[in-house]
């Protein structure tokens, strides 16, 4: 299994079945103790999505924390589902995604739902979407999610638009 996602896996199953953050283990490759990245963990249970949280920029140490706080985050704490529950921990699957640096966009037709995830803010609020989702083909269709799940009214220019790419891990 790839390393992130077992990494993701691993934070999921302690903290679910013993309520317990663990800390990146010391055998893991160098790169988990001194890359920085965003890190969104997806984590779906036949094929459906049943969590997703993540942040665009680094707020820890490096990606082993990240990719295990996010993890356990999406497991517990995404709003759109309850948290998961013991029973449910062997029919997940996981996704780890790294996040370049989100880039200002000055025309929505530089935008790709495929290749590119988006982040719409507008003052306060602000919306992400990752690329390449089942079900987003138009940049439009991107830019409605992101703004509903950021609670974002568009207007005439009172939004600003990222692009990212990502680095994609799974099973």
Not at 19 to 27: C, E, L, Q, V
Not at 68 to 88: H, L, P, Q
């Amino acid at each position: 299994m790839n390393p992130y996602v077992l990494l993701a896996k691993e934070a999921v199953e302690n903290y679910i079945r013993d309520g317990k953050i663990i800390a990146p283990a010391k055998d893991l490759p160098e790169e988990f103790f001194e890359r920085k990245s965003g890190v969104f963990v997806t984590i779906e249970k036949d094929g459906r999505l049943r969590g997703c949280i993540g942040t665009y920029l680094p707020v820890r140490d490096n990606i082993g924390e990240e990719i295990i706080y996010n993890a356990i985050a999406a497991a517990v704490e995404d709003d759109r589902f309850g948290a998961i529950k013991k029973t449910e921990l062997p029919s997940l699957s996981y996704t780890v995604y790294f996040l370049n640096k989100p880039e200002k966009v000055s025309d929505i037709a530089e935008l790709n739902p495929k290749k590119f995830g988006i982040i719409v803010k507008a003052g306060e609020r602000s919306g992400l979407l990752l690329p390449d989702l089942e079900g987003v083909n138009t940049v439009a269709e991107q830019i409605s999610i992101c703004c509903q799940k950021g609670g974002i009214v568009l207007k005439q220019g009172n939004v600003e638009i990222y692009k990212f790419t990502v680095e994609k891990h799974e099973e």
